[in-house]
């Protein structure tokens, strides 16, 4: 809880200046089991840095989640 909270300082701060942000609180959502949130966190990452290095694993965990939300 509080990773997620100082994660979510930082995007209120500056919501640009740190995605790794919401790639982090897209897999603490996963871990809590909501993935509608961790696909959103994980979008708005890739909206950021579409051509990261890990671009497509967070697409892979995107994928992934949208399966669960299926079941």
């Not at 966190?41 to 992934?64: F, G, H, N």
């Amino acid at each position: 809880d509080k990773a997620a909270e100082k994660y979510r300082q930082m995007i209120e701060f500056d919501p640009t200046s740190y995605p790794e942000a919401y790639f982090n609180l897209a897999l603490l959502a996963a871990q809590e089991h909501s993935p509608i949130i961790a696909i959103f966190r994980m979008k708005q990452y890739l909206l950021l840095v579409p051509d990261s290095q890990d671009a497509r694993s967070a697409q892979d965990k995107i994928y992934e989640w949208e399966l669960l939300i299926q079941k």
